[in-house]
């Protein structure tokens, strides 16, 4: 299996701020990594695939960038909504496995 | 847009099987190009993919819960259902059904979640 590890593991952020999430891959994925952002209670959404296209309807604030084994997710401006856990995930082979997930929390 | 509703027993017994539903709507499942999977998150921790569906009855299940698994399609009521056997406390967890799409090329992957349900495991 392909293992994915994320970092942080948390973070903490004022509204506004610009917040960057790291994932990295055991072995190269091309760009075949999802991103996805979870709130308390709630099931993941989807926000990004192919390593940097946004899913219909996500806003321009949230980006994806890398290709190989190393990816990040940026929010450009951090607002009260964002704050949630983020969690990757690669598609490059079955099984499709998560990074263990960022929370992003208000400072 | 489609929708996933997840349904069965919130609690089961140390050794038993564990079965769960997911109704489909906004969609059908017959209609191919998607897969439907199964996903659970153990209390407080990340995700686990289990596996996944095709509407013709094609399977892949995750290695490390392949021996325990068993997917089935209900094409006449756009249903999907999971059943995990022989489960034990470690199999306690929010039990996410999904949809699964190809973007292009590579695996699939997730797009549509439902809400999930937790299912507890204890005597």
């Known amino acids: 299996d392909i293992q994915m590890t994320q970092s942080p593991s948390s973070l903490s952020a004022s509204v506004g701020d610009r917040v960057t999430i790291t994932c990295r891959a055991s072995?190269?994925?091309?760009?075949?990594l999802a991103w996805f952002q979870q709130k308390p209670g709630k099931a993941p959404k989807s926000l990004i695939y192919a390593a940097s296209s946004l899913q219909s309807g996500v806003p321009s604030k949230f980006s994806g960038s890398g290709s190989g084994t190393d990816f990040t997710l940026t929010i450009s401006s951090l607002q009260p909504e964002d704050f949630a856990t983020y969690y990757c995930?690669?598609?490059?082979?079955?099984?499709?496995?998560f990074g263990g997930g960022t929370k992003v929390e208000i400072k | 847009q489609v929708q996933l509703q997840e349904s069965g027993p919130g609690l089961v017994k140390p050794s038993q099987t564990l079965s769960l539903t997911c109704t489909v709507s906004?969609?059908?499942?017959?209609?191919?190009?998607?897969?439907w999977s199964w996903i659970r998150q153990h209390p407080g921790k990340g995700l686990e993919w289990i596996g996944y569906?095709?509407?013709?009855?094609?399977?892949y299940y995750n290695p490390s819960l392949r021996s325990r698994v068993t997917m089935s399609v209900d094409t006449s009521k756009n249903q999907f259902s999971l059943k995990l056997s022989s489960v034990t406390a470690a199999d306690t967890a929010v039990y996410y059904c999904a949809r699964e799409a190809y973007y292009g090329s590579g695996s699939t992957t997730t797009d549509h979640w439902g809400q999930g349900t937790l299912v507890t495991v204890s005597s």
């Open positions: 569906i095709y509407y013709s009855g094609t399977t």
């Open positions: 995930q690669q598609y490059n082979s079955y099984p499709l496995t």
């Open positions: 072995q190269a994925i091309s760009t075949y």
């Open positions: 906004g969609g059908s499942i017959s209609s191919g190009g998607y897969y």
